[in-house]
């Protein structure tokens, strides 16, 4: 029987929190980069111009059907060759993770917005309102209450796909915990803690989901 | 001397692939007239009083709304600007059948909503406006309630104080009554009959005859994307001319039988 012995990780407390440190600013820069990729892809996809849709639906298409892991690697190895630049592989993994990201907001902020009835366009049209007006005080005010479940959700995938970013030793809580384990050889405790540390982050946030999702069905 | 028209379309023709809707639609309505368009569905009336505030855009033909004039002159005639169809839009009030309240503001956000965006009247001259017109239609008590708490015949009316907020000079109904319980029928007819009271030129499609052949002064039977018959209301209805006609209000003759001998 395995003697569980969780104390040794007091020793590296310090390392480990650098680590959700470094994974929770990961997150809040690819959900705010991947939000932004999302709303100029979404709403490109929703343009009357095919010189904008088209290569939106590409980039989606391209991004949502690849795997995400690929999609580090070779932003780090592959796109400097092309490019003939230098790339951190911090500025590797935030970008491709936000691209990857935002290839979903972008169909989540697309749906939303053709899920508001033609009626509520057409009543704004009647009153004399522009384009511009009818999307930003009729579509998207009552598009972002429906978004905002789905974006959420996505937006906790975005969290747990950060833990990718040790494959090009970015030192997030996964890579940390690797550094413990080559030291301890106690991988059963620490890769433990290190799930429970996600845990801890991503309960409270789904509970909220589920708070809004119930307020929002009310509408 | 001639009055100048309200309304006035001409050569009006409107097609969505092949199936042509309208084939040269021509009419005027005087100002403070009420007309209503009357016929069988897929006649083209919807879409005819559509193109009067360009909700849907003609392939030819001439609108003509108050001052703001909108013509094609031909197959080669760019489209008009975002900003242009906007202002010409401002100019009418339309009702739609299915209300189309904007779900996310109270009745009286509704009601300011295009006088605050559209005609960038200050806030509190906004409010003031939109509450007289709630008093209007008889909802001053529904101010602060969200469409969703709001009975069919409600959002109808606030629909209807949200169109005038505009201070359209052209007032257009969708089949307006169409989605309503028949109890609330009611209610939004008597508004509609005060603004004719009141001398305001409207566009009617309805279904309602009875309310037609007492509140409009000119009926236009549509067939098949062409006007068929129009004049007075009453005799339209009463003694109508040509066979689509007779034979369309024949059925409201057979249901409501003391309608032809009030002469």
Not at chain 2, 60 to 81: D, M, N
């Amino acid at each position: 029987m395995y003697q569980w012995n969780f104390e040794f990780l007091w020793e590296y407390r310090s390392l480990l929190a650098t680590g959700l440190l470094y994974t929770l600013g990961y997150t809040v820069m690819c959900i705010a980069l991947g939000l932004l990729f999302g709303l100029i892809a979404g709403m490109g996809q929703l343009s009357h111009w095919g010189v904008m849709r088209w290569p939106m639906k590409g980039y989606v298409e391209l991004f949502r059907s690849t795997p995400v892991l690929v999609q580090i690697i070779w932003f780090y190895y592959a796109l400097p060759v092309l490019l003939g630049i230098e790339m951190s592989p911090g500025m590797a993994a935030v970008l491709a993770l936000s691209l990857y990201g935002g290839a979903f907001y972008s169909e989540i902020i697309r749906g939303g917005i053709i899920s508001i009835e033609v009626g509520q366009s057409e009543a704004a049209r009647a009153l004399g309102m522009t384009r511009f007006q009818i999307m930003h005080r009729v579509v998207l005010p009552q598009a972002l209450r429906r978004m905002t479940p789905p974006l959420l959700n996505q937006s906790i995938m975005q969290l747990k796909n950060t833990s990718l970013v040790s494959i090009v030793a970015l030192p997030d809580l996964v890579y940390q915990a690797q550094a413990v384990v080559h030291e301890t050889y106690r991988p059963l405790e620490t890769y433990t803690l290190i799930a429970l540390m996600y845990l801890a982050v991503l309960v409270p946030a789904t509970s909220l989901i589920k708070r809004l999702e119930r307020r929002s069905d009310t509408l | 001397m001639i009055e100048l028209s309200m309304i006035e379309i001409q050569g009006l023709r409107k097609q969505f692939g092949d199936n042509v809707v309208l084939r040269d639609v021509s009419m005027r309505v005087a100002p403070g007239e009420v007309v209503a368009l009357v016929g069988p569905s897929g006649s083209g009336k919807s879409t005819l009083l559509r193109c009067i505030n360009l909700l849907t855009l003609p392939d030819a033909g001439s609108i003509r709304v108050g001052t703001h004039e909108f013509s094609y002159l031909g197959a080669a005639t760019r489209l008009p600007s975002d900003r242009v169809l906007a202002r010409f839009r401002a100019n009418t009030g339309m009702v739609f059948q299915h209300f189309n309240l904007f779900p996310h503001m109270t009745a009286l956000q509704n009601v300011m909503e295009g006088m605050v965006t559209v005609l960038r009247t200050p806030k509190p001259e906004a409010r003031a406006r939109a509450l007289q017109l709630l008093d209007k239609v008889g909802l001053s008590d529904k101010a602060d309630a969200h469409p969703q708490q709001l009975s069919g015949g409600q959002k109808q009316r606030v629909a209807i104080a949200r169109a005038l907020a505009m201070q359209p000079q052209v007032m257009l109904f969708d089949e307006a009554t169409s989605a309503l319980d028949p109890e609330l029928v009611g209610e939004v007819l008597a508004v509609i009959q005060s603004l004719a009271k009141d001398g305001m030129t409207m566009v009617i499609v309805t279904h309602e005859i009875a309310f037609a052949r007492e509140v409009a002064d000119v009926l236009v039977f549509m067939r098949d994307g062409v006007v068929v018959e129009s004049g007075p209301a009453r005799d339209v209805i009463d003694q109508p001319q040509q066979a689509a006609t007779k034979l369309f209000f024949s059925r409201f003759h057979d249901t409501a039988p003391q309608s032809g001998v009030c002469h």
